[in-house]
């Protein structure tokens, strides 16, 4: 055999191998880069209630489709590699605070800036010069709501025909029982959003103030309630939406948390959600 036929069949021999062999190195490159870069575990608490359209159904399970919310997460974690190593749960909320203490949860998706579940975890921080650029997935909006011909009204700045000794229906434990002490409004905290709800429909307490997603879904839902319940406008507060992450997961995992809440945010703005959020160009 001559030595231009030995050479031709090395570099055939070459040629077979490198077709076989780089696309593994292609596949356990990205590994290194995307997959082998998760978190060993990541297991995401999400609200327990309906919020719609970030989440859908209530209770423990995930309908399908499950919201926006849980689709954005679920994206956002398969762009990073890391979808295989999630494990969702949808929790009360005071479940939610004792797991996030006892370092059980590693992020919460659907969490309004300010509240008490806010203050346990690390939020995306605002981004340009004058903090411009967030990392928002939407808004929230906190509204009371009062049973109709109750006489009770709102002007935004005041809260009118009450008695002296009423209370604010809130669900505790959550952003509206903060928010009712700051306003100076005494608070009857219920353990969960439907039971502070039936509350107020069973003229238990007088004036309810919660979320809209959760209330406003209900009210659509059921036209029997919502023919007992109204909503008095203006909203008392809007805020943002965040995915927050526990303290040892940011400051463990930077690169991941940053490179998530980017997909994150993406996946949000690509849906148009109202406060979706503004990256840097």
């Not at 077709?19 to 608490?45: K, Q, S, Y």
């Not at 000794?165 to 959003?193: F, K, N, Q």
Request: net charge positive; glycine share 10%.
């Amino acid at each position: 055999m001559d030595s231009s036929t030995s050479r031709g069949i090395v570099s055939a021999v070459v040629a077979v191998v490198l077709r076989r062999v780089l696309p593994i190195a292609a596949v356990l490159i990205t590994g290194a880069a995307r997959g082998d870069a998760c978190p060993e575990r990541l297991r995401i608490a999400f609200p327990e209630g309906p919020a719609e359209p970030f989440m859908r159904g209530q209770g423990e399970d995930f309908p399908r489709p499950p919201g926006l919310l849980v689709e954005w997460v679920r994206n956002a974690l398969r762009d990073q590699g890391c979808l295989e190593k999630a494990e969702m749960l949808r929790l009360p909320v005071r479940r939610l605070r004792n797991m996030i203490e006892s370092g059980q949860i590693d992020m919460v998706a659907g969490v309004g800036e300010g509240g008490p579940v806010a203050a346990l975890l690390v939020l995306p921080p605002r981004d340009g010069r004058r903090g411009e650029f967030d990392y928002s997935l939407g808004a929230v909006e906190y509204v009371l709501y009062a049973r109709r011909g109750s006489g009770i009204a709102w002007d935004g700045q005041q809260l009118s025909g009450l008695a002296a000794e009423a209370r604010i229906g809130v669900t505790a434990s959550t952003r509206t029982e903060m928010l009712a002490r700051e306003r100076g409004w005494p608070a009857d905290p219920a353990p969960s959003h439907e039971s502070a709800l039936l509350k107020v429909a069973a003229g238990r307490t007088p004036v309810l103030l919660m979320h809209s997603y959760f209330v406003d879904d209900r009210l659509r839902r059921d036209p029997q309630l919502a023919k007992q319940i109204e909503r008095l406008s203006p909203a008392v507060e809007r805020r943002h939406l965040f995915v927050g992450m526990a303290p040892a997961m940011a400051q463990g995992h930077k690169d991941f948390t940053l490179r998530l809440w980017r997909a994150l945010c993406r996946e949000s703005a690509a849906s148009r959600a109202d406060g979706a959020c503004r990256l840097p160009p």
